[in-house]
């Protein structure tokens, strides 16, 4: 391991704090806006402490973040501006601040994981949603987080899965719409139903007015381990199957099996394992799953198991440009 390396890995959650703290003062957005400027004259128009501010700058400029000018300005990188832009589909800041206001306080289980194993921990503590969906304030900003993970890359995604001939898709757990109204925008013909828990409901309808798709979109609330799943040419699980061990997962997958059309397909849309372990982001993500949900993340392979378990087959992988690729099985 290279000094940078450790350096990087000791470190990390002082730029992750950094990252939050500068998208929340709209730091990024005046550079955005402005151009390159000096910590005094973002301070001024952010009305923040210029010093804390200064130590925030140096800490983002020494990971590349942002880049430092010999007259002391600092400039966002270009290829950089969309993950801080919060009117880009790219924009990473509602889930930064997931990460800080949320994953961090759950990775101190995992000493006691170590210790104790995730089982027995985890007896004592609610289930996973009924923390996320504990009221409507984390409900939003959960959905709002998820919102920005899936809707950028949704438009690749929808192209991916060619539906062109489907005429109805569920999109189960479906959350505020993400991949509904990607889908939706790309294919003309097509009804989307998001099945999710009740009190998603109401964000669900928010997008459908907001993005004026009347009764092509549409929300069917219900539990998929208690209720059969609604049926449909198509059924897709976005950052779903991720939340649940194996067994549960082939469960969920036999459920949207015998709700899918002969012919049909299922989608799953998920980060993946490269075969060596990596990316990074997937590997940190699977480590949050771990303490966030009782699920993890996989390879292709793997979910081409989950899948033939189920009774799909013609199973296909199809990346994205993004990190959130598209794994289809068919049903006979």
Not at 7 to 36: Q, R, W
Request: glycine share 8%; charged share 20%.
């Amino acid at each position: 391991m290279t000094s940078s390396s450790l350096d990087n890995a000791m470190f990390g959650l002082f730029s992750t704090h950094a990252l939050h703290l500068a998208d929340k003062h709209g730091v990024f957005v005046h550079l955005i806006e402005e151009g390159p400027a000096t910590p005094d004259r973002i301070a001024a128009a952010r009305r923040i402490d210029v010093e804390t501010l200064e130590r925030l700058l140096l800490v983002l400029a020494s990971v590349s973040i942002i880049e430092r000018d010999a007259d002391g300005s600092y400039r966002l990188a270009d290829a950089l501006v969309p993950s801080f832009d919060p009117h880009n589909p790219r924009y990473i800041g509602g889930f930064v601040r997931h990460l800080v206001t949320n994953t961090t306080q759950q990775l101190s289980q995992l000493d006691a994981y170590l210790t104790h194993g995730k089982s027995a921990v985890d007896a004592e503590l609610p289930a996973p949603f009924e923390t996320i969906y504990r009221d409507e304030t984390a409900t939003g900003a959960f959905l709002e987080a998820m919102w920005q993970l899936s809707f950028g890359v949704s438009h690749e995604l929808a192209q991916l899965a060619e539906l062109e001939e489907a005429r109805t898709l569920v999109d189960v757990g479906g959350a505020s719409g993400a991949f509904a109204v990607a889908a939706l925008g790309h294919y003309p013909g097509l009804h989307v139903t998001v099945y999710d828990l009740p009190q998603v409901g109401p964000f669900l309808e928010r997008t459908r007015d907001a993005k004026g798709l009347g009764d092509r979109l549409s929300f069917a609330p219900g539990d998929f381990f208690q209720d059969a799943l609604p049926a449909a040419d198509c059924l897709s699980f976005g950052y779903i199957l991720s939340d649940w061990e194996d067994k549960t997962c082939v469960e969920l997958l036999r459920k949207a099996y015998d709700a899918c059309a002969s012919g049909g397909r299922v989608l799953l849309m998920e980060r993946l394992f490269d075969e060596d372990g990596g990316p990074l982001a997937t590997a940190a993500q699977n480590l949050s799953m771990h303490v966030e949900t009782y699920g993890r993340h996989r390879t292709a392979a793997e979910y081409f198991a989950l899948l033939g378990e189920a009774g799909f087959t013609d199973c296909a992988v199809r990346r994205s440009t993004w990190d959130k690729h598209l794994v289809m099985g068919r049903k006979a």
